[in-house]
């Protein structure tokens, strides 16, 4: 009965459909495809974070594929006071990064892909400025990080889905 559980289930995992992103031959991965995009400089200190995220997520610079892509990035960040003590003093922040990107085709100048990528993340404000603006610094950079992902992830997906 184990047998052809197994072969019942090894049946329906197969037909399901799904394709790893980042596998591939004759150069057809997502990787591949990605080291044919370049990144626009994004202005401020968080937009080089955020352009360096997604440099290192696919290796971008360490290619010789010429670009064929581009993609223009537009960051919106911005830092709430969220908890207010007895005598008014803020006690939490939000910091939140958006970002707006397109990926333009170089060759036609066609926008292949319009989105948004956003994140935000919770800082403790302590009475030591020194650690306050630390912890808002080390949001910057883990937003970025976040958000990288789910622009390289959108944007894999939509490479593979162009061929």
Avoid: H
Avoid at 56 to 82: F, G, K, M, W
């Amino acid at each position: 009965m184990r047998i052809v559980w197994c072969l019942f289930a090894a049946c329906a995992l197969s037909a399901c459909g799904l394709q790893p992103i980042y596998a591939g031959a004759n150069g057809s991965s997502a990787t591949a495809k990605l080291s044919a995009v370049e990144v626009a400089p994004i202005q401020g200190r968080t937009g080089w974070l955020l352009a360096t995220a997604l440099e290192d997520r696919v290796d971008l610079r360490a290619s010789d594929t010429a670009p064929r892509y581009r993609l223009d990035v537009q960051i919106d960040e911005s830092l709430e006071s969220l908890g207010l003590l007895t005598d008014e003093t803020v006690s939490r922040e939000r910091r939140i990064l958006r970002a707006r990107y397109q990926l333009v085709d170089l060759s036609s100048g066609s926008i292949l892909l319009d989105a948004t990528a956003g994140s935000d993340a919770g800082i403790d404000v302590v009475s030591s400025d020194y650690a306050t603006i630390a912890a808002e610094r080390a949001a910057a950079e883990r937003l970025s990080q976040v958000v990288a992902d789910q622009i390289v992830t959108r944007v894999s997906l939509a490479l593979r889905n162009r061929d």
